[in-house]
DNA sequence: TCAGCTAATCTAAACGTTTCGAATAAGTCA
DNA sequence: TGACTTATTCGAAACGTTTAGATTAGCTGA
């Protein structure tokens, strides 16, 4: 800037004017700055100006799993909305590990973001301490922390498996394993009382034989999946509490040489964009994954314009869709 | 750091020498700096040091699209290589679009990142000079870029396709359509040129009626794959240039009321973890995610530490592997 | 003519670090 | 004792911006 400054015969500050439009800067100086910008090459460094007026125009967004679809495609659209807005996003992955995520964490908030998207791994009893040093907008996605008073943007996981679940009640199906997510999960453990809930409205007991915990991993469904389709009364239908799941699932039901639907049926959390092209075509609850992004984006940059100035944190709760197909058969 | 060295009754020199263990600070004054650091929550600001220091610890990442699986395993692995090295990684995503890519590019610049590493959308005759001006060091993965000489790694695309496509041959096959990602990539190029050049080994002449522009989208394919099946003469078997493709295939094949692997042969580039457990059971060819992205991360650590010095841009060609399962039939 | 105004431009401080060289204190040796 | 070392510690400049406030010049109108 100083290069330029010097070029055009002018001070640096004149230079930051017409850079920024900020004051009213002559035609002609204007127009020369403006040429030993071009000529210099001159980029101004956002790292100073960062320095100087306290904000990075970077958003830190912690999932715990890239490589889950349903995380991607929020990754994919929060991204997008934050870009057009102006901001950079850092993302990081914490492979379901808790840990990392404070880790991670605490960098993003060193690295002086403007703001943090998180989807928390797991319940975190450190997550309220380390945000509770900064003022910039927090929001959780898919999943809430105890003790976390932020806004977050999360789905009715009860009833969306409830819904499942009855709907496999109505095919008439009695005996319905549950592959349950990690219980140290808000989503664990919600999707496994909107299951139970189901069973209770069918005046069914709930039977704890018939639900095992899958971690939200291929591989322990895997193993879940197995010891529920070895059992000696077999499950006639089982539920995946998220899509990674439910491949284990499949993997344990080819395995061990039954066929879906035609033994056993089989349903779970999350949507493919394949689903309905190979079979067993399954049946899925549905995320409306656009405007989980588009809202805590939103939320985010609404928090840093000032627009909800000091409201008290936003809980959005959003509805899950059962896209019904072909992979539970009426019993 | 100010508040810190006044309560430890020390100068801010002192206080930075403790941090960053550079100089020999007497043990009694390192621990009132340290007690003090400790109390006052105090967390040296990242920013004042990049500025400092001229560097951020951060890697730049674009790639087209981070929805697909394939992208998304190697964005995954990057950033876990990189992480453990300290480094954060600020995601873009362009979606396959030159133009936000060159856009994208150009912001990470003015962040100061210190590595840059593109999946590149396309060929982009900006790309080289947008570089230009920079000495970070840059790799470019999946797709290389005319003129733009950096690191790069790779796969032998050609080489796995026409491994596929001889696959196929040997099967019997003779009509082998062929749906091909967009001509303005490497990839896509190349891949191609595999496929011709399996079927001039094989002594078959090149038919451009079975070629198709499926431009790596789902919907795109859909079509292509819609007109090639609706031919007089229909291919007897589908090659999809991608994995999101072959969705668009699958979806053409079911729509148009045929059945895969019984009238229609199918394969595809991209592996998927699901695709032994769903029906047809999808004969790919696999890449070596973990590789290229442990590779790519590797090089610009290396770059970084000054460990490859001025080596000449290294071009790395990785190989895939055909995973041959039921989506094909002797013919 | 000159006080008062506006518009254009500039000076210099600040943001929070790192680091070079200087200053101080303490010990060593002739 | 005084010159020389060595070990600590510190002052201050620098990184590249932004911006408040100062300065200057050119007008206006009494």
Redesign the interface.
């Known amino acids: 800037m100083l290069d330029v400054a010097e070029a055009a015969r002018a001070s640096v500050a004149t230079v930051s004017a017409v850079i920024n439009g900020t004051a009213g800067v002559s035609p002609e100086l204007t127009q020369r700055i403006e040429t030993a910008i071009r000529d210099i ?1 001159y ?6 100006r ?2 100087k007026l306290g904000t ?1 125009r ?1 958003i830190g967004l912690t999932v715990a799993d ?2 889950n ?1 349903f995380f ?2 929020v ?2 659209v929060v ?2 909305v934050l ?1 057009r807005a102006g901001y ?6 914490n492979d379901e590990d808790v840990e990392t995520q404070d880790e ?1 964490i605490k ?6 973001v403007d703001g943090l998207i998180i989807a928390p791994a797991g319940d975190d009893a450190n997550l309220k301490r380390i945000l509770s ?1 900064t003022s910039i907008p927090v929001v959780l996605i898919d999943r809430v922390c105890d003790g976390v008073d932020t806004d977050a943007v999360v789905l009715d996981n009860q009833r969306a498996v409830f819904d499942a679940t009855t709907y496999m009640l109505e095919l008439g199906h009695r005996r319905i394993g549950y592959i349950s997510g990690s219980l140290d999960t808000s989503t664990g453990r919600d999707r496994l009382a909107g299951y139970h809930q189901a069973l209770e409205a069918a005046g069914l007991p709930a039977d704890d034989a018939l639900m095992r915990l899958g971690n939200f991993r ?1 591989a322990d469904a895997y193993n879940a999946a197995m010891q529920l389709l070895t059992l000696p009364d077999r499950p006639t239908a089982l539920f995946s509490a998220n899509n990674l799941m439910v ?1 284990g699932v ?2 344990a039901i ?1 395995d061990i040489g039954l066929s879906c639907p035609e033994d056993v049926s089989v349903a779970c959390f999350d949507d493919f ?2 689903a ?5 075509q399954l049946t899925t609850v549905a995320q409306p994954v656009r405007a989980i992004g588009e809202q805590a984006a939103q939320i985010v940059l609404d928090r840093l314009a000032g627009r909800l100035a000091d409201a008290p944190p936003r809980r959005l709760t959003l509805q899950g869709r059962l896209v019904v197909r072909s992979s539970c058969r009426p019993l």
């Open positions: 090459g980029k101004r460094n956002a790292i100073a960062s320095l990075t970077i890239i490589t679809p991607t495609d990754v994919s991204q997008e870009h950079g996003v850092m993302l990081c992955c991670q960098l993003l908030l060193d690295r002086m040093g291929e491949i499949m993997k080819r964009p394949w309905d092209v190979f079979r067993p």
